[in-house]
């Protein structure tokens, strides 16, 4: 399985920005998806994640702001992301559990910077 991640870029404070996710190869083998950050000398964190039966869960950070969504369908998950502030400035990770209930693998990051 192989993610790709799209839509990141250059907003100002409480703009908005919508990022995807799309899985390819076996996808009939990824149950969980999710979007982690990390932001530079910061750990990665989670940022949202949601089953396949649609369940969310968020970091308190981003409650309120953010909604994950997923098309099971197509295999996407998306990110939107409002009233963005500053401290969202990150390299965002779309994430998923691949044949198991645990998040496993990553794929490669799209930057989001917000200007104050």
């Known amino acids: 399985v192989q993610l790709q991640a799209s839509g990141g870029g250059l907003v100002q404070a409480g703009g908005s920005l919508r990022l995807s996710c799309a899985a390819s190869?076996?996808?009939?083998?990824?149950?969980?998806m999710a979007w982690y950050r990390q932001a530079p000398g910061k750990q990665r964190e989670l940022v949202a994640q949601?089953?396949?039966?649609?369940?969310?869960n968020y970091a308190n950070s981003v409650k309120g702001r953010f909604t994950i969504s997923r098309e099971r369908a197509k295999h996407i998950v998306y990110l939107q992301m409002n009233s963005l502030k500053p401290e969202d400035t990150a390299v965002y990770s779309c994430?998923?559990?691949?044949?198991?209930?645990?998040?496993?693998?990553w794929g490669q990051g799209t930057l989001v910077t917000v200007s104050s």
């Open positions: 949601i089953t396949v039966g649609g369940t969310t």
């Open positions: 190869g076996n996808t009939f083998m990824v149950n969980d």
């Open positions: 994430a998923a559990a691949i044949a198991s209930w645990q998040i496993n693998l």
